[in-house]
């Protein structure tokens, strides 16, 4: 990272002036060199940070616009600043992951979910339904593992986790998953309810999630129709003869 070799490559030099033109002792070098190094790690950060907020933001403007194929075209020339900073690079590739999915375009976004950020919950999840749609169960519980590691307080997450495994017939999986995920989130309504409903012998319902269920294209089409015109009031009226 440029970033990371560029601060410490400042260090080093005033290290070196402290040391030998200045003649202080190493312990006292290194004291004095450490801010340098904090210092220009810290702006470096800040610049790039602000340059990928500045195209983000353009990109997702674009995006909820409808205007896709610019506001990707602007994602991936962030790429660039992927040498920069860690991290960059796996944002990047979760971001244009999930345009391509919510587009349900499976096929382009599947190799940027593969390589995006293991925090990006959402993402992960989404990954994770792809392994489940291609047969690769075993890929998608380890996907599903990593990202309950690395965002244990979702409450989407571990129900989405247990949906996936009681949809390929892994009930006691599920609940096991769920039962963890309440030790995370104790009292939370919408697992307790999904667990509750498997031990009944039921299918576990999504729908107090909202949208962010439905960002994961698990229900049908169908399903989602019916889900958006119940939330706007809409109601089918039956016209008699």
Known sequence: MYNLLISAGTAIIVFILLKFAFHLPWWGSIL??????????????????KKLEAIMSGAMKDIQAQRFEKGLRELKAA????KWQIYVTGQINSTIGMVYYVKRDFSNAFPYLEKGFFKNWVTM??????????NKRDKMKDTFE??????PKESLLWSLYAYCLSDGGDNGKAKEVLERGLKKLPGDEKIKQNL?????????KMKAYGDMWLQFHLESIGTIQKQQMAAMGVKRRIIRK
């Open 32 to 49: 004095i060199a450490l801010p340098f190094f904090l210092g220009s790690f810290l702006l470096i950060s800040r610049i790039v940070t």
């Open 79 to 82: 790429f660039k600043y992927g």
């Open 125 to 134: 999840g989404m990954l994770a339904v792809t392994y489940m749609k291609r």
């Open 146 to 151: 990593k990202a309950v590691v690395a965002s």
């Open 196 to 204: 509750q409903l498997l031990n009944d012998g039921k299918k576990m």
